[in-house]
């Protein structure tokens, strides 16, 4: 984040609009120095900062119904309406930013008597290279994206209370420690690893959720299917192989027969009425295939016979009422009506010939039945052809019903001469005749029992086969189940090397970091402090100052000065290796930024001439832009010679007091006296900000 | 300086176990360090759902 400029308008002290401030820039010249006296509003700039980037401001320094300058209530009338707010200007990346945050009071009838009205507002707008100015409506994601809330501890600070990094109220250590860990990366290392576990939870459920045993039952439950399968289709191969081997015994018989003087008259018999047997139970098997080839083609018609009845009703009852034939067309009688002349000649215009008109719109209507009449012409030839075809279905059905009975009528007298050839044979005085015969029945027994065997057994086929395709479809989905389950695996597998990777990178890089923060911190304050202390880092990133003795440092209550002089340290350690990391492309994803402003208040509040240089010497050199608030005596001698050259803007803001009397405070730049305290013009007090030159 | 004893810098690089993830493992970690870099500004984000199709998206 570079600053650019700041405006601000009845923000606290400062009436009116300032003029825009401007910022000196990263390079030779990046310190922006502003001197003021007591109260004359400093602390009201650095909060100008923090308050419009992040609506905070420092512990005790105002309201928000006080952020309107009271000169500038005093002069509204009851009921005016006032608006405080500040503007900055600042670039990230390549984008510009313009963000305004305004508070609007109404005035009473005094000027203690102040409503808000409404909540402060924050505008944010960027540009980027296209130089087109946008709205951005996510104001508090995009300012947190530049440059993080709880970071500002390090970025805009009160010189005058930055003990408080070393001396930190129990509510603030945690701050001050996720602001170090959010700045270097670490903070999000952390969250990964949070997110990552619960990630990887969810997936040990899913997968926990996919795995059953399930599968393997259904397996197990198809092998024994196939099983039972092959058993019945070898079943069924054995009984037709029993089936043939009859049949062939069968013929041998029949043929053996024929050979014997005896029987060959009676077998001869046979074999004649066996091929009238064939013949009619072909016949048979025809006829009924022909009643069904009936029954599918043509028999819907003899379910119409219903509607076809109905039909023939309701053309009856409209031929009753004269509604059919129509007999007149529509558009012949709407030229009647149009020549207001009926055909009979009569007038159908006057007033007189209301009736008869009301005749002729009457013949209209009827009229309109002209497309009924057609359709039942069409449907009359369609009803006819479906009663014809009813009477040939019954016609034709009778005649195949016939030769049906007469089929079964003779293949009933074949079988039966053919019992009674099988019993004369059998009780045929010849012992090898009836030998044979009773051979030949007990084969056709056999014959018929395996055939019927066999039927059973192709049901049973049949049954397995359905129960196999069932078994086979479920264990498909548990095979997709599976393999969603090796998925899940996989998922976990993943999620628990990217928890491991990070874990240890953040080990590594927390260890590393840890010992870079410690010696930059300890080589600024070696520089800056002449006692022996040495500054610590502690695991919960605190700062410590501790005093060597016999080789093992032990905790020292630091003074203010020392307190001040460490956490100027820190800052100064953390805003370098922030940029050395940056620079070396040694980072995670975090913060991204390769300028980091400092915006100091009163940083040489409490130290002597020696600290007040080495801080303005060192600290201001950390940082890319330096903004520092100062009062005369601050910035007299020592941080006036280490800044020298290095300044690029100088601001006064002149207070005007409203006492009648008031010492003068001036400060000099370049020749020039200017005086930081004036008479108040009226009852209250304001201060003006004006640039006063530069280096 | 006083005489402690400076504190010597780790040689393993820290990044290493990062850098050398196999193909997907290092996407989805580029993938979830984005994701907590956008919300680092939240304080407790809600990404839990966001890094599960992170991860179910790289591994398939």
């Excluded at chain 1, 909060?47 to 992040?54: C, D, G, I, S, V």
């Excluded at chain 1, 004369?424 to 056709?444: A, F, N, P, Y």
């Excluded at chain 1, 599976?482 to 996989?490: G, N, S, T, W």
Aim: aromatic letters at 6%; glycine letters at 6%.
């Amino acid at each position: 984040m570079r600053l650019l400029s700041l405006q601000a308008e009845n923000f606290r002290q400062f009436k009116g609009r300032t003029p825009e401030i401007q910022f000196g820039a990263p390079g030779d010249k990046p310190v922006t120095v502003f001197f003021g006296t007591n109260g004359s509003g400093k602390t009201a700039l650095l909060n100008a900062f923090t308050w419009t980037l992040y609506g905070k401001t420092s512990r005790g320094f105002l309201l928000p119904d006080q952020v309107v300058n009271n000169a500038a209530l005093r002069e509204a009338r009851p009921g005016d309406i006032v608006d405080a707010w500040v503007e900055i200007k600042f670039e990230h990346l390549d984008y510009r930013y313009v963000v305004r945050r305004t508070v609007r009071v109404r005035r009473g009838t005094t000027e203690a008597d102040v409503s808000p009205q409404g909540e402060p507002v924050t505008e944010l707008q960027y540009a980027g290279p296209d130089g087109q100015w946008r709205v951005e409506p996510s104001v508090v994601d995009s300012i947190g994206r530049i440059l993080p809330e709880d970071l500002h501890t390090y970025f805009f600070f009160d010189g005058e209370r930055i003990e408080r990094l070393v001396q930190p109220r129990e509510e603030e250590r945690a701050d001050i420690a996720n602001a170090t860990r959010k700045l270097f990366s670490l903070e999000i290392l952390e969250r990964a690893i949070r997110h990552v576990t619960a990630a990887k939870k969810t997936l040990e459920e899913e997968y926990e959720r996919i795995g059953d045993t399930q599968a393997v039952q259904l397996i197990e439950e198809k092998r024994k299917v196939e099983a039972d399968l092959e058993f019945a289709r070898e079943r069924f191969r054995e009984l037709g192989r029993n089936v043939d081997g009859a049949r062939r015994a069968e013929e041998e018989i029949q043929t053996r027969l024929r050979t014997l003087r005896a029987a060959k008259e009676i077998q001869e018999r046979r074999d004649a009425l066996l091929i009238d047997k064939s013949a009619r139970t072909t016949s048979l098997r025809q006829v009924t295939s022909d009643v069904s080839s009936l029954i599918s083609s043509r028999a819907y018609a003899v379910f119409l016979t219903a509607a076809c009845t109905t039909y023939r009703n309701v053309i009856e009852s409209m031929r009753q009422k004269g509604e059919l034939p129509a007999g007149i067309k529509k558009q012949f009688v709407e030229d009647l009506l149009a020549k207001n002349r009926c055909i009979c000649g009569r007038s159908l215009g006057h007033e007189d010939a209301h009736d008869a008109r009301q005749v002729v719109e009457g013949w209209r209507n009827r009229a309109g039945l002209v497309d009924v009449e057609e359709k039942a012409i069409r449907m009359g030839g369609e009803v006819r052809q479906l009663e014809l075809q009813t009477s040939q279905f019954w016609e034709q059905l009778g005649h195949f019903q016939e030769r049906r009975r007469a089929d079964r009528q003779e293949l009933s007298r074949i079988e039966e001469n053919l019992e009674n050839i099988s019993q004369q044979l059998r009780q045929s005085g010849e012992e090898e005749l009836g030998k044979l015969e009773r051979r030949l029945v007990d084969t056709k027994t056999a014959i018929e029992r395996d055939l019927l065997d066999q039927g059973s057994c192709n049901g049973l086929i049949k049954q397995l086969q359905t129960k196999l395709q069932e078994l086979e479809g479920r264990i498909e989905k548990h095979q997709a189940t599976e393999a969603k389950q090796q998925l899940a695996l996989r998922r976990l597998t993943a999620a628990r090397d990217v928890i491991a990777r990070i874990v240890d990178s953040k080990a590594r890089f927390e260890a590393k970091f840890r010992v870079d923060l410690t010696k930059r911190v300890r080589a600024l304050f070696d520089q800056i402090s002449f006692t022996p202390y040495v500054p610590e880092i502690t695991d919960e990133y605190a700062l410590r100052l501790r005093e060597s003795a016999g080789g093992m440092p032990l905790p020292v209550a630091a003074s203010q000065g020392e307190s001040q002089i460490l956490s100027l340290c820190f800052i100064g350690g953390v805003i370098s290796l922030a940029r050395e990391y940056q620079a070396k492309k040694e980072r995670l994803p975090g913060p991204d930024s390769s300028h980091f402003p400092l915006v100091m208040d009163s940083p040489f509040g409490s130290l002597g001439p020696n600290y007040r240089r080495q801080v303005a010497d060192h600290i201001t050199r950390l940082a890319d832009q330096v903004i520092i608030m100062v009062t005369n005596t601050q910035w007299r001698g020592e941080v006036e010679q280490s800044l020298r050259g290095r300044v690029g803007r100088y601001y006064v803001l002149q207070y005007f007091s409203p006492k009648n009397e008031v010492s003068p405070e001036t400060v000099e730049l370049a020749g020039v006296t200017h005086d930081l305290i004036k008479r108040s013009p009226s009852e209250f007090e304001y201060t003006t900000l004006s640039e006063v030159g530069h280096d | 300086m006083p005489d402690d004893k400076e504190p010597e810098t780790p040689t393993l690089d820290a990044f290493q176990p990062l850098r050398e993830a196999p193909g997907p493992i290092r996407t989805i970690i580029e993938r979830v360090l984005t994701l907590e870099q956008e919300r680092l500004y939240q304080r407790a984000p809600r990404l839990n759902d966001d890094v599960l199709r992170v991860i179910k998206e790289e591994i398939r």
